[in-house]
């Protein structure tokens, strides 16, 4: 049924759900153990995963649908999943840590930005030359995100010297890298969505197990006397929104790979659209966490949109 969707659409389907997942994510890490909340989301991903997987290899010729046929893979063909799931995971550590300080109003337009540092990747080491409009896009993004550091400073964010802000920062500068990475496996590599999907969400297991080990290892708090929690971080709570984090991705990126899958498809566009997600994350922020400024960063969030569409306008 999908196979006739426009890429646009099913872009759409992918932004509405990412920005659930945003929300899911936020609510998730906030007083919680981020390295923990980490491996038990890619955990519960691989287990939604791992079923699939086994139907496939064993009685593939019983799936319905083709779509949905794990394909087996060489060595090779690993090596290059796994490298994904290091590079998603380097960018998921830092976004979770981020987030858990960070008001989603603010951690969520961050994030917004992708396609910025994708144009600024492709300058710096494709040789690219941005049309006169993707320079005009540069500027516009550029001015929302100082109108963003204003906005910052009301609420004691000062963006230069804030280290969770650069951690956002640099977890959206990874997610720029995924996104030109996911162009071409998919497009260069031949990968289909769901066999790049389903090994790529099984190695994030791998991935993050060290960072919990070593988090129980030296950071975890410990019961004292009294039977209270005693430590240099918080304990690990289990909230009903950590189970939801992998479906919600899971689905938000099936819809996105398909999209990219198209060879009609524009990487830049289907970014662009996937990044609209930060709408629902900013309504959600200001309604259900009673975030500060929603009006300013609402302008903040538009300026950046519109920057974003004149950098995706020449593709």
């Not at 996911?182 to 090994?199: C, E, S």
């Amino acid at each position: 049924m999908l196979v006739g969707m426009n890429w646009i659409l099913l872009s759409l389907v992918s932004a509405t759900l990412l920005g659930v997942y945003d929300a899911a994510k936020k609510w998730s890490v906030q007083a919680n153990a981020v390295p923990v909340v980490l491996l038990v989301c890619v955990s519960i991903g691989a287990s939604l995963y791992l079923p699939l997987v086994l139907w496939s290899t064993f009685w593939a010729d019983s799936i319905p649908l083709d779509r949905f046929v794990v394909r087996p893979l060489s060595w090779n063909e690993h090596g290059l999943i796994a490298s994904k799931s290091v590079l998603v995971g380097a960018s998921w550590t830092f976004a979770f840590s981020a987030l858990k300080h960070l008001p989603l109003s603010i951690a969520a337009p961050i994030r917004a930005t992708s396609p910025f540092w994708t144009i600024v990747i492709a300058i710096l080491f494709f040789g690219e030359r941005p049309a006169p409009l993707q320079w005009a896009g540069i500027g516009i993004v550029l001015i929302g995100f100082w109108r963003f550091t204003l906005v910052g400073r009301r609420e004691g964010i000062r963006f230069t010297r804030n280290r969770w802000v650069a951690m956002m920062t640099m977890a959206t500068l990874l997610g720029a890298c995924s996104s030109i990475y996911d162009k071409w496996l998919l497009q260069k590599a031949g990968f289909d969505p769901v066999t790049m999907q389903a090994w790529f969400t099984i190695d994030l297991v791998p991935v993050m197990v060290p960072l919990a080990v070593w988090w129980y290892r030296f950071d975890a708090p410990v019961a004292s006397a009294a039977g209270r929690a005693k430590g240099p971080s918080q304990p690990f709570q289990w909230r009903w929104s950590i189970a939801l984090v992998s479906p919600l991705l899971i689905l938000a990126d099936w819809f996105y790979f398909v999209a990219l899958s198209d060879p009609e498809a524009l990487v830049s566009v289907v970014s662009v659209v996937r990044r609209s997600s930060v709408v629902i994350a900013l309504g959600f922020g200001a309604k259900a966490l009673s975030e500060a400024n929603f009006r300013a960063k609402s302008a903040c969030v538009a300026v950046i949109l519109l920057g974003v569409v004149l950098l995706t306008w020449h593709g």
